[in-house]
């Protein structure tokens, strides 16, 4: 594999960088912070006193309003509205955000309550019926007034409720990123525990972040106060509060990178690593942030990049250095096309949370190059979107055709593109059928800039064995600075190829990103190309001592191709093969009537099945018989007739006829026809 990086410092800086601890502040870019807690089961204690499940919610509406710079931070509890059912508690999360919150903001839900789930389709308030689950289960979370040991009151929310009052959020514009954490203990003396995991397919989507204690088939660890029977609280949950509470040891020990603030990320992973039930097997706590619906290792790239905070998310300035410099593109390089769960995967300049580290990422850094920062903050400054059109990325030319062994070139071109600042292309292909030779960005190409250092090659690779059947090659480029986007169509680069052997194979597009100065990713077109390789046919020719002959005419499926001695490009196939007769050059009246093929074979309209390269040799006799055109033996008016029809002719023209060309200059003309007056009449033997 051949790599070319034009900023030679890359190769030095990339294993360094890559083994830094990166001290990197992170967060939304958000106006406001808004946190609704919901404690759904309060109890009350053997002898009258409130405490129990309700001490978390109350603990969290602490940290947030003495921590954290939120707005508002409102707390709900059956205790405090005893008169309230389900659907007022619905409605009373989307009219209180409803009226506050838009979509620039950060919404914070915290549930703490029992969970519950139903196998059989039938809720207890008859709602929400058939089982929606692929896993044949609907989760919910119990909501109940004041607990007394002989009337208890449950309602329950359902996953699915809960999935249309954060949509109804999400269409109405109440927040730019959820953050929803859903505590659901163990039901005591029943079957049913907690569950919460299972809310996650329901309510994944971009920009939420869910997080929950257990999966769908767990039931959730609690603990119990020593002196305080019926009070019992979350493991989880309090481990989670704890890395969030700046008062707390919790909160250094969760600061993995030293940067002063606790994201969603840190504050999870504490609570996962410290959990007592999840270390003895009891719960496994879950958080998906890519909207995929599914808790796993490609989960992070958003919550790392999310804390109860107002600073610009993965700022450019990676290192915190103060300016926007090699160093960062040096850590970028290092997590090149890495995913999470990869060795060198680092979610800190994941800058479009995507959970894949490619050229849109570069171009985030690349667009601040050489930008400085003040300390806690940006220069500042809002780049205004640009509107585009729908750019096509084509190989150039589309469809090629050449022979096995042929060396040859495409252009990979972008045309109606509007302010093209970065891209990345990969490109795969049949490593049996060709090598790559070569990945250029040529003199002109559309992409230079105008100020020669304002452009950065992140990649320029080729690769032969990428794999047992295919290679494959890539570029990825970006302009740095001030410097303007392209506009119009061009050519990217130039690929150069050797055809290995005879077939068919596409030049296939993938992974590809274009983005514009703002910058973001922009839509693209793309149009693969194709190669056929085909088979050549070489035709010979000698006379009957063994002799060269390279001046014969050679005819494939009655079109003219060339003189003997050549290679020709054929496609896999039958074919008809002709050789003609024809005069020796210098007018030497020396005529060469074709005799017979290598194999015997006397038929001149030769029929050849072509799979391979293939060669045919033609033998011809040599006989002096200046212009006797038809070969009979004498000079006559019917060789005057052929050299009229076929005057002013050239080999490929529709009148051409080898056997009238006398003196063998490949033109039938005037002298041709003084050597035909100056022999007619003339009767020649057999040699």
Known sequence: ??????????????????????????????????????????????????????????????????????????????????????????????????????????????????????????????????????????????????????????????????????????????YGRLVLLLQGCKVENQTEGCFTGGFIRDVSAPNRIIITPCNETESHGYFLYPDQAWSHVGYFSRLFINALNKAHTAFDDADTNNDGIVSMWEAFQYAYANDPARIDGRETPQLDDNGDGVADIYDQSLSVGTYFGFEEIKRTDVNRNGIVWLEDIGAIQAAWLTRPGDYWWNPYVDFDNNGYIN??????????????????????????????????????????????????????????????????????????????????????????????????????????????????????????????????????????????????????????????????????????????????????????DGNSLTTGYVYIDSQYRGRTGSNFTVSVGTHEVKVTDFWESGGTGHRYGFKNWTDGSTDNHRIINIVEDKTVTAHFKKKLCPGDVDGNGKVSSYDLFALSDAFGSRPGDPNWDSTCDLDGDGYVGSADLFILSDNFGKTYPDP
């Not at 059109?389 to 070139?409: A, C, D, G, R, W």
Request: glycine letters at 6%; aromatic letters at 10%; one cysteine or more.
């Open 359 to 544: 050229v849109a990422d570069v171009s985030r850094i690349a667009k601040d190059w050489q930008k400085t920062f003040f300390p806690g903050g940006s220069t500042g400054g809002t780049r205004t979107q640009t509107e585009t059109q729908t750019p096509e990325l084509s190989v150039t030319p589309n469809e090629i055709i050449v022979n096995k062994h042929q060396t040859f070139s495409v252009d990979i071109t972008i045309t109606d593109v509007t302010d093209l600042y970065s891209y990345q292309f990969y490109l795969n292909y049949n490593s049996t059928l060709l090598n790559c030779t070569g990945v250029d960005l040529p003199p002109g190409h559309f992409l230079e800039p105008l100020e020669p250092d304002n452009i950065l090659i992140v990649e320029q690779v080729y690769n032969n064995t990428y794999n047992a059947t295919h290679g494959r090659l890539g570029v990825a480029a970006t302009l740095l600075g001030d410097e303007p986007g392209k506009n119009g169509s061009g050519t990217l680069a130039t690929i150069n190829f050797k055809a290995l052997a005879v077939g068919s194979t596409t030049l296939h597009f993938y992974d590809i990103v274009i983005c514009n100065s703002v910058p973001e990713a922009m839509p693209v077109i793309t149009v693969d190309g194709s190669v056929t390789v085909h088979p050549t046919l070489t035709v010979l020719a000698e006379d009957l």
């Open 1 to 174: 594999m051949k790599s070319l990086v034009i900023v030679t410092l890359f190769n030095i800086l990339t294993l360094s960088l890559a083994l830094m601890t990166l001290t990197v502040v992170t967060s939304p870019s958000v106006d406001e912070l808004w946190a609704l807690i919901i404690c759904g089961y309060p109890y009350y204690g053997l002898y009258g006193e409130e405490e129990g499940m309700q001490l978390d919610p109350q603990y969290m509406h602490d940290v947030l309003v003495e921590h954290y710079p939120f707005t508002e931070v409102r707390l709900i509890d059956s205790l405090s509205y005893p008169n309230e059912d389900k659907d007022w508690l619905r409605n009373e999360i989307k009219n209180w955000l409803g009226n506050r919150s838009d979509t620039n903001d950060l919404v914070f839900i915290f549930f703490m309550t029992h969970g519950c789930k139903r196998t059989d389709g039938s809720h207890k308030d008859g709602e929400y019926d058939p089982i929606d689950e692929v896993d044949g289960i609907d989760e919910g979370l119990q909501l109940k007034e004041k607990w007394t040991m002989t009337e208890p009151k449950v309602e329950y929310y359902w996953d699915d409720e809960l999935k249309e009052d954060i949509a109804w959020l999400k269409q109405e514009g109440k």
